[in-house]
């Protein structure tokens, strides 16, 4: 076989690797998967983006396959190999996307719609494709330059992690569609430099070429515009007459819409009473990324037409008491501000993650809406909410945290799925210790039947009110509820009986019914907004008694409450319930499941078997080709590259959890998490080269393994304090913390794949790309997995996982 | 070389098979959508409405109701649901789910029809007042039951179709109109039973006010396709109103719970 191995060493193959095409191709690649989710998650919904995108990826898997299938035909051709999939790259990111928006997958019909999950396939596989020709690409180049793999595979590293903050950056200047042009530009820049590192063809004909290629992207693009699903609240609301987009911009944090209405008024007061008599003010809407709407209330109508905020289930704590000093979490459109400007609050701090949300109201909408976030009295804070009340030396008498609808943190849709840090166990109790004595949090939440956000957080309430030390938490809570909406307040300090007179009034001037006080009866509840059974009052009861456990253990949805360990608040699926729901599905069961969850599950699946048959289908021809392989060398292979592969991401994706502890914002974490990761982990790649080359690789990897096990350990146990102590530091230090943090740990996390790697390439080149495929499909199950190890079991174990999985890869790493 | 002959071997069954499979679903295909006739729908409408029977009388007790309105399930059994759907889904139209019809807009799961129908208490001399026509088939079914029904759709081709659609059909106890839903029928008003099907994020207050005493008003929650609750607004006689939050399904959230 030895003319075989001299193969990749032709006339044809320059000396060097093309690096900074691999490296300008890898960012487009990332850039190009963040702009996806970006995208999909405008179009379609967030969950069934993350699907689609998940899957898409192993457009990488099938690479390694197809490399391991045409190798012998592709490596001598490599430079032309190597250049047409740049090219193709380029073009088909544009093409493939714009192809895939017009297939009219409708997310809730699933279920019954056989055409559904054929058109769900049909956008994968068109997804795929991009990332199929990135990955040849970059395992050509592996293959071919089996002498010099660490350097490639760092300067993969390194282009996917300025890729990532590049694709942040612009989408910061940018609008999504138009970005995506400008990541297919990226691709045929990288293909046009490909072309001037290997010395191919002539420059200025080449320049041409690509030339026409760009400006030809650029044209498709212009003219393309997002297909938003006709299900979503956007395209919903355009259908009526008069009404129609005045402006968008867009950000890492979503597209934002502002949409008036000319002829017929947008009267948006969802859980207003059924006593109000009064309709809202003029309302111009703002909706994010095609759902999710906020308003803007005119603020110069009549007194009569600002009744409507007296009318909803959180205007309550201002019938409690005279708040002073109030914060409100998650502005918006600032109706919570409005509201407490009706109710003549002379301090109120506003917080609203999104800058461009307050841009627009303050430069289009100013006079509008009466200067609302520039009035006297009034702060703005461009802030995540979490963050600002853990920073604050302020405390407050009243804590609003209105409806915010759970469309899903922006840490730039990558990797993030259900996570909320802001209904955690540790969230309630942060809140509570900013409360000034007597003070209260409001927490409001949309009813869901059967009863499951509501009592989840009453639950949540309960136990943080018990960490804290307080005996009877049932005589700081009050819960009320209208037929759309809940709230739940939770006091600093023993409810009165005059506030408790003053909750029994409230509620039944405006058709709400009490399900929680101090000394509730059960004949007051359930009044006016019948349920079968006093539904929210008996859990609320079973949730302050001694029968906690059983109650939760009973309740056909998951009501434990979440935590910063586990924070997935909007889990309520429990596997038990599954065979019941499907069982009723005709009947009116299908609105009773859980589409987070299951669509976890569903890609899961999907990405196993897609797996197993790219993993399987190479080694059959192997096989007959290379009969002195053993079946041990390519187990060992498959379980090393998986084991690595998973373990990669299950550290990656739990650090940038743990890190969004630290920085707040979703976006600043994951972009410095991300970007901190894949570039020491590009450098550690680079140092492996020194060990490749004296040959230590066995001592590399265990040291690697060594490294990250030891790192990982203690930052478990001491990232928590650590990040307590620093809480008070300014952003930009906060970075360079984490920055240094994650150094050790990426740089040892660079070393495993192309030690193995290298040792392959001299050993049995032949496996390189199935090697590669094998690492693709890992990372897509990894990904899904690590997020469904974290729902279960919490995000320490995802870590633990993770070095088991490398202290394997460590035992299954054999040297031929 | 034995690699490529096997690989090339493997392409053309490859290209075969996929050549058969193309094939079988487009002949499937045209089947579905072009061989249905009238008998056909008769048919398939007596077992559509004999599977909502079963369900629906499951479910009644959960409803509080003591048993169900037969005269419902006639009249569902009398709406030719396929004229109301698009034409390309007319084989699928006595399924018993919601189907697109158009501008985002849906044809409800006729087992949601059935329960909001039965639900508020049709009777032959009502005037029923219906925000959101959408394809017109709940319009329709309304009919079939009361002396008088006031549609109103704010998306104007569609309450244009539904409008025509009716008149063919011969429902000339139901008049539409294109418009603001949110304030109701005022020249019409007060009605005996309000559905409100169109989406909006609060009940308008013009809509209670016109509500008659005795009278119900039933809005169904949740998205386009999937019902969550139905929630049932009764003004008594004195003017106070009673709500009621009813799940269309029969599920008890709790374990060892017995109905």
Known sequence: MRGEAGLSQTATTPPRPPFIAIALLSAGALAYEVLLMRL????????????????????????????????????????????????????????????????????????????????????????????????????????????????????????????????????????????????????????????FELRLLHPALSSVAVLCMVVGVALITQRAELEISAYKSLPQTLRIAGTEIIDETSSPLGLLSVVESKQLPLR???????????????????????????????????????????????????????????????????????????????????????????????????????QLYDQAGVQLHIAEARGFVAGSKNKYDLIQLPLLDSFATSSAGLYALNESYLYTIEALSTYLSKLKANGYLAISRWINLPPRDTLKLFATAVTALEQAGIDEPGQRLILIRGWQTSTLLIKNGEVTSTEIDAVRQFASARAFDVAWFPGIKVEETNRYNLLDQPQFYNAARALLGPKRAEFIEQYKFNLTPASDDKPYFFQFFKWRTLPEILELSSRGGMPLLEWGYLVLVATLVQAMLA???????????????????????????????????????????????????????????????????????????AFARRLTQSNQHRRGVWFAVLAISNISVFYLYALTPLFELLMAWPVWAKIITTLFLIMPLAFSMGLPFPLALDRLGRDAPELMPWAWGVNGCASVISAVLATLLAIHFGFQIVILAALMLYLFAALSYSEN | MSHNH??????????????????????????????????????????????????????????????????VLTALGQVERHKFVPWIDRYRAYRNQPLPIGHGQTISQPYIVAIMTDLINPSAEHRVLEVGTGSGYQAAVLAELVGQVYSIEIIEPLGRAAGKRLQALGYDNVTTRIGDGYYGWPEQAPFDAIVVTAAASHVPPPLIEQLKPGGHMIIPVGSRFLTQQLVLITKNEDGTLQTRQLLPVRFVPLTGKHD
């Not at chain 1, 199929?132 to 992690?161: E, T």
């Not at chain 1, 187990?635 to 920085?663: N, P």
């Not at chain 2, 089947?31 to 029977?53: G, K």
């Open chain 1, 40 to 195: 999909f998650a405008i179009v379609q919904w967030h969950h069934f983006a993350y699907m689609v995108i998940s899957l898409a990826l192993l457009g990488y898997g099938a690479s390694g396959t197809f490399l391991s299938l045409a190798q012998k035909w592709l490596l001598p051709r490599f430079k032309i190999a190597f250049c047409t999939n740049l090219g193709l790259f380029g073009i088909s990111a544009v093409s493939c996307y714009l192809l895939a928006q017009q297939v009219p997958f409708n997310p809730e019909t699933v279920l019954w719609d056989w055409r559904e999950p054929l058109r769900l396939a049909v956008m994968y596989l068109l997804l795929a494709i991009p990332f199929f020709f990135a990955a040849n690409a970059i395992g050509l180049a592996f293959i071919s330059f089996r002498s010099d793999i660490a350097h490639a595979y760092a300067a993969d590293l390194l282009g996917a992690g300025l890729g990532s903050l590049c694709v942040i950056g612009l989408l910061m200047i940018s609008m999504p569609l138009p970005a995506l042009g400008i990541i297919a530009t990226l691709g045929l820049l990288s293909l046009l430099v490909a072309v």
């Open chain 1, 268 to 370: 948006h007061a969802p859980g207003l009473s059924l006593m109000a008599r009064h309709e809202p003010p003029e309302q111009v809407a703002i909706f994010t990324d095609g759902a999710g709407m906020t308003v803007i209330n005119n603020g110069h109508a009549p007194e009569s037409a600002y009744n409507y905020l007296d009318q909803l289930s959180w205007a309550l704590p201002y019938h409690l008491f005279k708040p002073q000093q109030v914060l409100v979490l998650g502005a918006g459109g600032g109706t919570e501000v409005l509201q407490a400007r009706q109710h003549g609050v002379p301090e109120i701090d506003a917080v609203e993650l999104n800058p461009q949300l307050i841009e627009i109201i303050r430069k289009r909408y100013g006079e509008f809406s009466n």
């Open chain 1, 611 to 685: 797996s197993a048959v790219l993993i399987l289908l190479p080694l059959s021809v192997l096989k007959s080709q290379h009969k002195k392989q053993s079946g041990f060398q390519k187990r060992s292979v498959l379980l090393y590259f998986s084991a690595i592969g998973l373990a990669f991401l299950f550290i990656e994706i739990a650090f940038i959890q743990r890190f969004i502890l630290f920085l707040h914002h979703p976006l600043y974490a994951t972009a410095v998490v991300l970007t901190g990761f894949l570039i020491f982990a590009g450098l550690g790649s």
């Open chain 2, 6 to 71: 096997y690989v090339d071997t493997l392409n053309f069954k490859l290209l075969r098979v996929l050549r058969n499979g193309l094939l079988l679903i487009l002949m499937c295909l045209c089947n579905l959508v072009f061989a249905t006739d009238v008998d056909d729908y008769a048919e398939q409408r007596a077992a559509l409405i004999e599977e909502i029977t079963d369900d629906v009388r499951a479910t009644a007790r959960y409803l509080g109701r003591r048993e169900l309105n037969p005269s």
